[in-house]
């Protein structure tokens, strides 16, 4: 019954910086990851960040220096910071998260998604 709510997106020119934040609602249990995934027209779905509850962080090489992702203190929120954006950085931003679940020795995958926010960059 996990839900997550993206809010943040918007358009701003080439420079600037927008936040993103996405929390989680419904029932709460330990989300393993969240991240974000972008998509922009005519591209595949791409992870731009993804952030573990312990802290370790992973960035595509296109937004390193760039963007930071972090983790609220309530560790089923997750934020976005993105600096000095580009017009490639164009696209919608959708919140992901990861539940893992071990059982018999197997460990069962749970994503989450939520309902995806434009960001757009232009002059």
């Known amino acids: 019954q996990v839900q997550l709510v993206e809010s943040g997106g918007g358009l701003v020119q080439p420079g600037e910086s927008l936040s993103l934040s996405c929390a989680a609602s419904?029932?709460?249990?330990?989300?393993?990851?969240m991240g974000w995934y972008r998509q922009a027209p005519g591209k595949q779905r791409e992870l731009v960040a993804a952030?573990?509850?312990?802290?370790?962080?992973n960035y595509t090489d296109s937004v390193k220096g760039r963007f930071t992702i972090s983790r609220g203190n309530a560790k089923n929120t997750v934020f976005l910071q993105m600096n000095s954006l580009k017009s490639e950085d164009t696209a919608v931003y959708y919140c992901?998260?990861?539940?893992?679940?071990?059982?018999?020795?197997?460990?069962?995958?749970?994503?989450?998604w939520g309902q995806g926010t434009q960001v757009t960059v232009s002059s």
């Open positions: 992901y998260a990861l539940r893992l679940t071990t059982s018999w020795g197997n460990t069962n995958k749970y994503d989450y």
């Open positions: 419904g029932t709460i249990f330990s989300l393993n990851t």
């Open positions: 952030i573990t509850s312990s802290g370790s962080t």
